[in-house]
């Protein structure tokens, strides 16, 4: 069974960090990411990691504040946040996909991807 399984989330104050894991089971992916969900609003692209070489693609949103990255012996994806403002505030969601293809425009979409996390809270208090 694929599972994806996120940890990492919390209350945090503005300009401070927290780093979300998130653990594969089941089946390797060829590119990982995160999305979020704020309340109110669409699921957003946050961004992603071709798991083979470690390109990485990021929304300009969270340009230079995060970090993806990954744990290929463990299976375990990352994504060191740091300089967290109040509109991160979101449900982050763990994506994973097995296609040989790649494009970083295509892995910004959420139909991109087979494979979901149940999410974890992470909250950014002003």
């Known amino acids: 069974q694929v599972q994806l399984v996120e940890s990492g989330g919390g209350l945090v104050q503005a300009g401070g960090s927290l780093r979300l894991s998130c653990a594969a089971s089941?089946?390797?992916?060829?590119?990982m990411g995160w999305f979020r969900q704020a309340p109110g609003k669409e699921r957003e692209f946050v961004a992603h990691?071709?798991?083979?070489?470690?390109?990485?693609f990021y929304a300009d949103s969270v340009k230079g504040r995060f970090t993806i990255s990954r744990d290929n012996a463990k299976n375990t994806m990352y994504l060191q946040m740091n300089s967290l403002k109040p509109e991160d505030t979101a449900v982050y969601y763990c994506v994973g996909d097995r296609s040989t293809y790649y494009s970083s425009s295509y892995y910004s979409q959420r139909a991109a991807y087979d494979y979901w996390g149940q999410g974890t809270q992470v909250t950014v208090s002003s």
């Open positions: 089941g089946r390797t992916f060829s590119t």
């Open positions: 990691i071709r798991w083979s070489g470690g390109s990485t």
